[in-house]
Each structure stands twice: as structure tokens, then as C-alpha cells.
């Protein structure tokens, strides 16, 4: 799949751990997995070929998702409880996990 850079700049390795530097409107075409959603959950790239889907992560105990899923899967969770998606959208990740608590 690859991705473009809607950020001024994006800084990310490449397959062989090289730096590249991709400025906005540049297309990556190759990204591990962990480094697409992040950038893409920080709002730094998006999806050219569809949907970027969050990892599997597997919940705590009590059924909310680790702290270090990404923002996507703590989004859904927000909705799962009542929260309306464009609400739970609006806020950071770390917004959406004090909400939990």
C-alpha cells in the first residue's frame, strides 16, 4: 500500500533502516506496519490504496484497549461506551484514555 505525505514532513526509515525525507504531497510506497499507523493516526499521512487498518491489539482485564493501541482503536472503544464518533474523533488519544478512567 502506499501513503501520502499531507504533513510539511515526514521523517521515516526505510526497508533497509535509511532515513528518508518525504515532503508534503510525496508518495511513500513502502512502510512497516507500526510506522503507518502511527503517522497516520498523527495525522501525518494518508492511505492512497484504502483504509489503513489498526493492528490487532488485545484488551486489558476489564475490556478497554492497552495504552498503546492506537488512537483509531481508542476511538472505537470511546463509541463502544456511548461516546458519538464525531466527539470521540475530536479528541487526542490521551483525552480519549483519561475518559476511561
Do not use: C, N
Not at 490504496?49 to 486489558?60: D, S
Not at 482503536?73 to 470511546?78: C, H, I, N, P, S
Amino acid at each position: 500500500m502506499s501513503f501520502t505525505v499531507i504533513a510539511p514532513l515526514v521523517v521515516v526509515a526505510d526497508e533497509l533502516g535509511r532515513l528518508g525525507y518525504h515532503y508534503r504531497g510525496a508518495t511513500i510506497e513502502h512502510l512497516a506496519d507500526a510506522d503507518a499507523h502511527r503517522l497516520a493516526d498523527a495525522g501525518l499521512i494518508v492511505s492512497r490504496g484504502g483504509r489503513i487498518e489498526p493492528p490487532q491489539v488485545k484488551p486489558v482485564k476489564d475490556g478497554r484497549p492497552a495504552a498503546t493501541a492506537p488512537k483509531s482503536t481508542w476511538v472505537a472503544y470511546a463509541v463502544a461506551q456511548g461516546l458519538e464518533q464525531a466527539e470521540a474523533e475530536k479528541l487526542s488519544k490521551s483525552e480519549l484514555i483519561a475518559l476511561a478512567d
